[in-house]
């Protein structure tokens, strides 16, 4: 079945040591996103790629990086994470904007020590 | 900027029952779009119903259903025939010039 996946499902880090996670998606979608959630909470768009083209929201601390290189994966870079980074980070795809249904993976927890 | 407002954090119903969520945004555009996201326990996040603004009409999607008001910019979200699947947090969304999750409703349903 066309999904996306995210890996790892759990992830520990330590407080400063650059963490990666991965999305990939065999939906074809033009669009990926990032979004942080925590407990109990809505989650926060981070950033989004429509296509190559790379949109960053106002708030999102410069902390989180992100890098597309193809159509089907999308990676979240956290340069040096602290203990209030710890949540859960949704990825998500879409076929055009915002205005279309947004498919999620089943998210990444990170843990931070 | 826009805002979502869910003013019931949490909601029981009784299996077989029909339970109503409410929404509540801002705006001050005539063209937008909202949506209802479930994300059930461990498990990750999907569209229950989508409404385009400038659709007169309520959207159904089987056993769910909108209330559209725009006027009263209210978007709630009916379920009928409540089953224990359905037992998850529900988002309710916005995207006009931004896309913007509401604080979310969390759904108990009771066997």
């Known amino acids: 079945d066309a999904m996306v996946i995210q890996n790892p499902r759990y992830q520990v880090t330590q407080f400063g040591k650059p963490v990666t996670l991965s999305c990939s998606q065999t939906l074809n979608h033009n669009v990926m996103y990032w979004y942080q959630q925590k407990s109990s909470q809505a989650p926060k768009l981070l950033f989004h790629y429509y296509d190559k083209d790379f949109n960053n929201e106002a708030d999102t601390p410069d902390n989180f990086q992100s890098r597309r290189p193809n159509t089907s994966f999308c990676f979240l870079d956290i340069r040096s994470p602290g203990l209030g980074d710890a949540a859960m980070y949704l990825c998500?795809?879409?076929?055009?904007?915002?205005?279309?249904?947004?498919?999620f993976g089943p998210g990444t927890r990170l843990l931070v020590l | 900027a826009q805002t979502v407002t869910q003013s019931q954090p949490e909601m029981s119903v009784q299996e077989a029952e029909t339970v109503t969520l409410s929404c509540t945004y801002d705006?001050?555009?005539?063209?937008?779009?909202l949506f209802w996201y479930k994300q059930p326990p461990s498990r990750q996040m999907i569209l229950v119903i989508r409404?385009?603004?400038?659709?007169?009409q309520n959207a159904t999607e089987n056993r769910f259903s909108v209330n559209f008001q725009k006027a009263a910019k209210s978007f709630s979200l009916k379920i009928s025939d409540s089953q224990l699947g359905d037992a998850a947090m529900y988002f309710c969304a916005y995207y006009g010039q931004n896309f913007v999750f509401g604080p979310g409703t969390r759904l108990s349903v009771l066997p």
């Open positions: 998500a795809t879409s076929r055009g904007g915002y205005e279309e249904t947004q498919y």
């Open positions: 705006t001050s555009e005539s063209d937008y779009y």
């Open positions: 409404q385009e603004a400038y659709k007169q």
